[in-house]
């Protein structure tokens, strides 16, 4: 099992990674998600061992790194899978793959599954960008790594490649068994592929868990921000005994909430657009509409209640509401949803 | 990470090596009578008014030309930017030998066609034949960076009411002015260090005067001059480092399609330059072979210097694989590379007297093939390092991680994957290297063990005995060589010769 302890990189006086923490299960894929220059990828290097550490350990079944004793990367059993696929131009699928094995049939196995039987004699330049890919990974997997680090692996492919990639990557890594680590900046594709997440800002490691609880009850509002659409709705908040099942007070309605950072009495709570409904024919309307986006099967407006909070709110495309129109907003969802005190 | 990389150890070594020539020619020059008097006085104007004229030729020549194949789209482009990039690839004591024998009285224009032309020698006769053949210095460099530039500077200053000629002289040649002095200081360069064109042309420059005291057995004097030549050289190479390299934004380069007969007008007006450079020396050697036949040579001479130039690009390339790997790890490396770009300024002239002195020290070196390898290698080791290191580096650095996460150790990741990746670069470098050497005159005549004669020292000695019909062969030999070469620099991504001459300038 994977795991590290302390981890921090610097680049000369800059520190780059800060005291990274974190352990991988069995077959598990962990995604980790930041914005540019949060230290993603300098994290997947140090574990890779193509940069030294500069505080912490690394530990692995036999080896451990620390900054005094480098494990280099050939000795770390790690698979790696480059955002540009770093595949030797000189060498040809087949090579590719085998590039290190005296026994060529687990690069059979991969190389068939992936579907890349017809490509083993072509050299990696006539490949499309999804071809690579899955070479890049078959080289991988084929070398029986003991966890697998995959580096922004949808960055270069076009949106539609991206989706159905997706999907082959992860099912290829959990028929392996292998852990993984991915990095990307999409959190869509972080919420969908990985079984935790882990969110990076600015080195340092903000949250780390379920896809859920990272979306639905996030640590900050940083994370609560990175991970999708958030509005934060003036609320009231009672932390008291009095207040048995956690209801939250709001001008557009009570919901169940879980308080954060020991949220009370003056709160923000975290709205998601899907939290809320908008009704332009109701009596009493209670918003007036900002700006509307189409998104094709849905409709995102900006509407600003009355007290004062702008809301974003997602609803049917059928809804067509034109800016400076005034509509009736409504909380209407049962599940708890995550309150932070009251920003100054 | 903090131990050296292992290659540093070589590449110092290789460094230091380079530095050698200096280090003799210091201690030789001790010996010396004379620091200086006035028949040096004499030879450094001649020195410095050739290497002005040169640069005048050059860039009067180079700058239109520039222009014309960087804007006008004319057709089959390639082709004339070849024919016009060509004299780069002579060397210029060919068309010194045609030249001088051509025109004049008594030349082989007056026998041929009867017509008495005035004779091309002495400091304008130099001037002419260095700026023949060093404009294409001026013409790429510029050329390069005018294609860089951003059309649209020019297409507003001709919505703004200026004509195409005037807005070109305004707006565009400001821009490159940096260029146009970077491809002059080349030439220069050239000028300074060439042997062949002003001995054949009597005038008595640094190189010829040296040569002179070499035959002399004055070589303490000659160290002592090739002294004094190398500061102008240092001079020129630093003004070249303080010239900055273009800092505009690349964008979309303007196209120009003039009518017709504008466009031939122009091919027109360069091909005297192309007739004088290229046409003549080919003419006058075919003349030469129909009338006196292949008297005289002896196929010997081509192996010969093919012998010794392939040595010197093996030891060359094998000697910059360290040297590269060297520059790519860190800055010391880089330094170390630096070092031995040295060699390159060194006139092989200075080169040839520097290591004369050595194989006096030396006996067992003296007059063997081995000696004469060395100097070779000695100047052109840059063409391969830097053909081998833009090639290494070229290759994307995640692929040695690629290899080392899969389980290759460093020195499996290098020969699995740097050495083939950078095989092309060293092919390419071992052949600019072998060409160079091929066409090599001075450290030659000077190196050459007693009776190893190769196609340039034959044309030299045919040259001394006024035997001109003779030298048709090596001649020929030597144009169909440099063709080659040619070929070789501007084929695909070969431009390793002007990186390693813009590597000397940054």
Redesign the interface.
């Known amino acids: 099992m994977l795991s590290v302890s302390n981890l921090s990189v610097n680049y000369g006086s800059t520190r780059v990674v800060d005291k990274l923490n974190l352990e991988l299960g069995q077959d598990e894929i962990l995604m980790l998600v930041g914005p540019t220059g949060c230290g993603k990828t300098t994290i997947l290097q140090a574990l890779?061992?193509?940069i030294?550490l500069s505080e912490g350990e690394i530990r692995l079944g036999k080896w451990t790194s620390t900054p005094a004793k480098?494990v280099?990367?050939?000795k770390?059993?790690?698979?790696?899978v480059?955002q540009?696929f770093?595949?030797?131009?000189?060498l040809t699928v087949q090579q590719n793959v085998c590039?290190?094995l005296k026994d060529t049939s687990l690069a059979d196995h991969w190389l068939t599954l992936l579907g890349l039987d017809n490509f083993r004699d072509v050299k990696p330049a006539s490949l499309s960008g999804g071809q690579k890919q899955r070479v890049a990974l078959a080289?991988?997997l084929a070398?029986e790594p003991a966890f697998v680090l995959l580096d922004e692996p949808l960055s270069n492919l076009d949106a539609a490649l991206k989706d159905s990639l997706r999907w082959e990557i992860r099912d290829a890594l959990k028929k392996a068994g292998v852990p993984a680590i991915w990095v990307t900046h999409d959190q869509e594709e972080a919420l969908s592929v990985g079984d935790r997440i882990g969110i990076l800002n600015k080195g340092v490691l903000e949250q780390l868990d379920t896809p859920e609880s990272c979306y639905s009850t996030p640590n900050s509002r940083f994370v609560a921000r990175f991970m999708g659409e958030a509005s934060f709705l003036k609320a009231q908040f009672d932390n008291s005994e009095n207040n048995v099942d956690n209801t939250v007070i709001t001008d557009i309605g009570n919901v169940p909430g879980t308080p954060l950072q020991n949220a009370h009495g003056d709160v923000d709570l975290l709205v998601r657009p899907d939290d809320l409904s908008l009704d332009a024919s109701h009596a009493s309307p209670n918003g007036t509409v900002d700006w509307v986006r189409y998104e094709g099967e849905s409709r995102l407006y900006a509407v600003t209640h009355d007290n004062g909070s702008q809301l974003k709110v997602r609803v049917s495309h059928e809804n067509a509401i034109k800016p400076g129109e005034r509509a009736h907003m409504q909380l209407i969802t049962t599940h708890p949803l995550a309150v932070f005190p009251r920003e100054a | 990470m903090t131990n050296w990389p292992k290659s540093y150890p070589l590449a110092l070594l290789i460094a230091l090596m380079a530095l050698l020539p200096v280090g003799v020619l210091f201690s030789l020059a001790q010996d010396s009578a004379q620091l200086f008097d006035t028949h040096n006085l004499r030879v450094l104007g001649n020195t410095v008014a050739l290497m002005v004229l040169t640069i005048i030729g050059a860039v009067i020549i180079g700058v239109p030309l520039a222009m014309f194949t960087a804007y006008v789209q004319l057709p089959f482009k390639r082709f004339w930017l070849i024919v016009l990039a060509a004299p780069l690839a002579l060397p210029s004591y060919i068309g010194a030998f045609a030249m001088y024998f051509s025109f004049g009285r008594g030349g082989e224009i007056e026998n041929v066609l009867g017509i008495t032309t005035p004779p091309i020698s002495g400091l304008w006769g130099s001037a002419l034949v260095m700026s023949l053949y060093t404009y294409p210095f001026v013409m790429m460099t510029t050329r390069s960076s005018l294609l860089s530039l951003d059309a649209s500077l020019v297409n507003a200053a001709r919505t703004l009411g200026l004509s195409l000629g005037a807005s070109l002289w305004r707006v565009v040649l400001p821009r490159v002015v940096n260029s146009i002095a970077a491809g002059a200081l080349l030439a220069a360069l050239y000028a300074l260090s060439d042997f062949g064109t002003p001995a054949i042309m009597g005038l008595d420059t640094f190189t010829r005067v040296i040569f002179v005291e070499y035959n002399a057995f004055g070589l303490s004097q000659a160290a002592m001059l090739s002294l004094q030549l190398m500061v102008i050289v240092g001079l020129i190479l630093f003004i070249e480092s303080r010239i900055s390299g273009a800092t505009e934004r690349p964008g979309r380069h303007l196209s120009l399609f003039p009518a017709r007969w504008k466009c031939n007008l122009m091919l027109l007006s360069a091909m005297p330059i192309v007739f004088m450079a290229i046409v003549l020396p080919l003419a006058i050697f075919t003349l030469w072979l129909v009338r006196e036949g292949t008297g005289g040579f002896e196929l010997s001479y081509a192996w010969n210097s093919a012998h010794a130039s392939f040595l010197a690009a093996l030891v060359a390339v094998l000697l910059a694989i360290p040297v590269a790997h060297a520059a790519i790890a860190g800055k010391a490396g880089r330094l170390m590379e630096r070092i031995t770009y040295f060699g390159f300024g060194v006139p092989g002239i200075v080169m040839g007297t520097a290591l004369v002195y050595v194989g006096l020290q030396l006996p067992a070196l003296y007059q063997t093939l081995g000696l004469l390898v060395m100097a070779y290698v000695l100047r052109f080791l840059p063409l391969a390092v830097g053909s081998v290191r833009t090639t290494a580096e070229n290759i994307d650095s995640g692929l040695v991680k690629a290899a080392r996460v899969l389980g290759a150790s460093p020195r499996e990741a290098f020969t699995r994957i740097t050495l083939p990746l950078t095989l092309r670069g060293m092919i390419a470098g071992a052949a600019l290297v072998f060409l160079e050497a091929m066409r090599e005159l001075p450290a030659t005549l000077m190196l050459g063990p007693t009776g190893f004669e190769t196609l340039a020292t034959y044309m030299w000695r045919v040259y001394e005995a006024g035997y001109f019909g003779r030298a048709a062969v090596p001649g020929l030999l030597l144009v169909l060589l440099s063709g080659v070469g040619l070929v070789l620099m501007l084929s695909g991504e070969r431009k390793a010769q002007f990186t390693v001459t813009e590597d000397e300038r940054s």
């Open positions: 890779a061992g193509l030294p480098h280099p990367p050939e770390r059993n790690v698979g790696m480059f540009d770093a595949l030797f131009p000189h590039f290190r080289r991988t070398h």
